[in-house]
């Protein structure tokens, strides 16, 4: 629809098209940049956060979601920081999960609240969600979070699976001489507990000091490479509109996922875009092209139709392709938790 169909009709049937003619149907919106762990690949050890003032209110959040939905947004993940731990987030989260056009709503989270919020998420319409886990030793758990409990997470996991989620996913970073040497353990344990499990490669996002990311880097390549030694892995085609790529085992429902910005350039069929914790839509994970939202919401409180233009507008600044290269220093110094991983 160009600009003047749009002035003629409106913008209640326009669709969120960029210049490369990839619809955006996908939107991860981050509800807080705070979060109760500080894992080593995400967040520094010491973490200032965002004033209050700085970040949408869940009444912002909300209004922006069904903007999204009305310009044909199909899905909305909810991420951080960790989600579950904003004040009031499942007031927010009923209002998403209750938008007449929207199909899916997700979230990803890191287990530490699912033990007391899953039958909550499960009737406020989340069908599927993603649980990070990236050890199953007690120790090694905490190291790598910093602050984080294995068994308040794996409570939280078997919550998630009573409470009847229609999808669970395990998400793994492996971190090489960190966890490697548990790729099969996990693998292993998403197949006993009946859920899915995608390895995320590590992402330069923000500086952090904790280790060298070059050397901790471990490619999926590497790591199918591992898993299929012990279980032979099958491709399968099935795309749930997200960039990983899965594999079946013969012997058991749980797929294994790999989701590799550096060495699959998934950018050619990008049906998303991301708003930050501040309000900024960011058109591409990998560039720094972004439009303040916030300040659209806070112009013009509650004017729904000129949020629709702006976000319809900056479509034409959704770049082609990101770049990512470990070895060179972050070019976005915006750590994981402000953008939504
Ligand atoms: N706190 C929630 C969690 O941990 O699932 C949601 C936010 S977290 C930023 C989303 C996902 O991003 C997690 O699965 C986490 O492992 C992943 N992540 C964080 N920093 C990353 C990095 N530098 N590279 C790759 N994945 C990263
Ligand atoms: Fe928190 Fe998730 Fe980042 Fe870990 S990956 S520090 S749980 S936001």
């Known amino acids: 629809m160009n600009r003047r169909e749009i002035i003629e009709t409106g ?22 940049d705070r979060c ?31 903007v999204f939905s009305e310009l044909g947004v199909k899905k909305v993940r909810l991420t951080g920081g960790e989600p ?43 069908r599927r ?3 990070s886990l990236d050890s199953l030793k007690a120790d090694r758990f905490r190291q790598l979070t910093r602050t ?29 001489g960190r966890n490697d040497d548990e790729i099969i353990d996990l693998v292993r344990f998403a197949r006993d507990k009946k859920i899915d499990i995608s390895f995320i490669e590590e992402m330069p996002l923000g500086d ?5 990311r070059g050397e901790s880097y471990c490619s999926s390549d ?19 509109g997200g960039p990983s790529k899965y594999y079946a085992m013969a012997d058991s429902n749980s797929r294994v996922g790999f989701i590799s910005p550096h060495s699959h350039n998934f950018c050619g069929d990008c049906n998303r875009v991301r708003v930050t914790v501040e309000g900024r839509l960011l058109l591409c994970l990998g560039n720094e092209h972004s439009v303040d939202l916030k300040d659209v919401l806070r112009s013009y409180p ?27 220093d972050p070019q976005i110094l915006r750590f994981m938790n402000m953008t939504g991983g």
Request: hydrophobic letters at 45%; charged letters at 25%.
């Open 11 to 32: 913008l209640s049937e326009a669709k969120l098209v960029d210049k490369f003619g990839r619809q955006v149907t996908y939107v991860r919106i981050s509800v807080t």
């Open 36 to 66: 109760d762990f500080r894992c080593v690949y995400c967040m520094g050890e010491e973490m200032s956060f965002l004033p209050r003032a700085d970040i949408l209110t869940l009444e912002e959040i909300g209004l922006v979601a069904r």
């Open 84 to 126: 579950l731990i904003r004040n009031n987030v499942m007031s927010v989260i009923e209002e998403i999960g209750a938008l007449p056009t929207l199909n899916e709503l997700v979230l990803t989270t890191n287990g530490s609240q699912l033990s007391k919020l899953s039958k909550g998420l499960v009737s406020a319409g989340v």
């Open 129 to 131: 969600i993603n649980i």
């Open 148 to 176: 984080g409990n294995l068994e308040t997470v794996l409570g939280g996991i078997d919550a998630a699976i009573a409470a009847g989620f229609s999808n669970i996913k395990l998400n793994a970073v492996i971190l090489k």
């Open 208 to 212: 952090i000091s904790s280790h060298d």
């Open 222 to 240: 590497e790591i199918l490479k591992i898993i299929s030694a012990t279980y032979p892995l099958e491709s399968v085609d099935d795309s749930t």
């Open 302 to 328: 509650g004017d729904a139709e000129r949020l629709k233009q702006v976000i319809f507008d900056a479509m034409d600044l959704k770049p082609e392709r990101h770049y990512f290269n470990n070895d060179e």
